[in-house]
C-alpha cells in the first residue's frame, strides 16, 4: 500500500518562520521524503537562495542546543529520532520581535528560520538526535547575529527533559551564558 503525503507550509505567530511538512510517500519498504523541491517553497511563497552550507548535528538525549539567529536564512529538519523546537523572534523592526514559538519535531517536519531569528532544540527521543541545518551563507565564528540563553525563564519554553545547568552535556557553557531575551532586545529589566 503506498500513502502519499504532500508538502504542505503553515505561518507561526513568528513572522517570516514557516512549519512544513514534507512531501512524503510511505510504502511497503520504507519512506521517502523530499527534503528540499526548489518548485514546491516557490510555489508555497517561499523561494530560498542557493544553501551554501549544511550540516548534520548529532545530539545526545536531553540535551538542548541553541538559540541562535544567525545574519543566515536556515531551512531546518529531522533526519532521526525526535526534538522539541524552540524559536524566537530577535530581529530588531520585525512586527513579533520578543515572539516564541515551539514545535515537536520529527522526521518530515522542517522549519524554514529566517535571518536573525534564534533557533534552538531539545532532543527527546530515546537515541541521539540527528537534527539538519540547511544555510543560505557559511558559519563562520564571528559572524553577526544574536544569541539567547535558551534557560531564559522569560521565554517561556517548555523544555520537555529536565536540564541541569551544570551538566555540560546537557548544554553548552557558550549557550548557558548567552544573554537574556530583554538583554538581547537591549530592554531594561
Not at 32 to 61: D, I, K
Amino acid at each position: 500500500m503506498v500513502e502519499i503525503i504532500d508538502f504542505e507550509s503553515q505561518p507561526t505567530s513568528i513572522d517570516g518562520l514557516v512549519l512544513i511538512r514534507m512531501k512524503q510517500v510511505h510504502e511497503d519498504r520504507g519512506t521517502v521524503r523530499e527534503f528540499y523541491r526548489a518548485s514546491a517553497f516557490e510555489a508555497a511563497g517561499h523561494p530560498l537562495p542557493a544553501f551554501r552550507q549544511v550540516n548534520v548535528t548529532e545530539t545526545r538525549p536531553g540535551a538542548i542546543r541553541g538559540m541562535h539567529g544567525e545574519a543566515m536564512t536556515k531551512l531546518i529538519a529531522i533526519a532521526h529520532g525526535t526534538a522539541w523546537g524552540a524559536w524566537v523572534d530577535a530581529r530588531p523592526g520585525s512586527p513579533t520581535r520578543g515572539a516564541v514559538f515551539q514545535a515537536a519535531l520529527e522526521p518530515g517536519v522542517q522549519i524554514l528560520v529566517p535571518e536573525g531569528v534564534c533557533n534552538g532544540f531539545q532532543s527527546t527521543g530515546d537515541s541521539p538526535t540527528q537534527y539538519v541545518y540547511c544555510f543560505t551563507q557559511e558559519w563562520a565564528p564571528a559572524m553577526s547575529g544574536v544569541a539567547i540563553t535558551p534557560l531564559d525563564p522569560a521565554l517561556g519554553i517548555a523544555w520537555p527533559l529536565p536540564v541541569d545547568a551544570e551538566d555540560r552535556a546537557l548544554i553548552s557553557e557558550k549557550d548557558l551564558a548567552a544573554p537574556t531575551l530583554a538583554q538581547a532586545l537591549g530592554e531594561h529589566a
